[in-house]
């Protein structure tokens, strides 16, 4: 089966920090992949995915590209806010059932 | 716009006793499925259902049923709760697969506690 190895956390930054959350897979078939958000108290939001092999996608200043060759969708922001916090989740989609990392916690500090 | 709709939010239960999770979504979206969130697992599917009368295992099924005799509806059964169980559940729906992922909308979540 799939699996999703995500950077784990915690990860504490300041205000205005770069922000690269790393995340690479295993896939039998041919998954796409995807970033949620999951902010205090609150069920999953999706913030971005990528249907094909160098597609970026994009939300919020958030950015990840899919590549294959590396099997990786690192997610990135050049510049977070304090209402970034939350906890990320990188997953993959195959057949509409998704696979899910461990979640990275990001906290940012004013 | 309510999306995926959970109740209830908070549940305890002792061990032992059954209890259905209520899920309805309002996309007339044809995928739904139920996952638990446990610290440091990310979230592991639990059962899921392609369509009305469709329903198949994930992940982690034991100790749990589903149906899906309608769209909108999906209920997670716990036939006889363990303290393992104790878990945030999710909810979740999509449109299917029509040629791209669609990535899934979810509800709020169920906070349960098995004592």
């Known amino acids: 089966g799939n699996s999703v190895t995500q950077m784990e956390g915690p990860v504490t930054l300041s205000e205005e920090a770069f922000l690269t959350i790393n995340c690479t897979y295993t896939?039998?078939?041919?998954?796409?992949p995807f970033w949620y958000v999951q902010y205090p108290g609150e069920g999953l939001q999706l913030l971005l995915k990528?249907?094909?092999?160098?597609d970026k996608g994009s939300n919020k200043g958030f950015e990840a590209t899919y590549r294959k060759e590396t099997t990786s969708f690192h997610l990135e922001k050049g510049s977070v806010q304090v209402s970034d916090s939350a906890v990320y989740f990188c997953?993959?989609?195959?057949?509409?059932?998704?696979?899910f990392g461990t979640g990275t916690r990001l906290t940012i500090i004013p | 716009n309510a999306g995926v709709t959970q109740t209830p939010k908070f549940q305890v239960l002792k061990t032992g006793q059954s209890m259905t999770l209520q899920c309805a979504q309002d996309m007339n979206h044809e995928y739904m499925s139920w996952y638990r969130q446990d610290p440091g697992m990310g979230l592991r599917l639990i059962h899921y259902s392609v369509g009305a009368g469709i329903t198949d295992q994930g992940e982690v099924p034991n100790g749990y049923n589903v149906s899906r005799s309608t769209t909108e509806d999906f209920p997670l059964r716990l036939l006889s709760a363990a303290p393992s169980q104790t878990s945030v559940y999710f909810c979740?729906?999509?449109?299917?697969?029509?040629?791209?992922?669609?990535?899934?909308?979810f509800g709020s979540g169920t906070r349960l506690t098995v004592v």
């Open positions: 997953a993959l989609s195959e057949n509409e059932k998704l696979t």
């Open positions: 896939a039998t078939g041919y998954p796409s």
């Open positions: 979740a729906s999509s449109y299917g697969l029509k040629g791209e992922a669609a990535g899934y909308t």
């Open positions: 990528a249907t094909k092999a160098d």
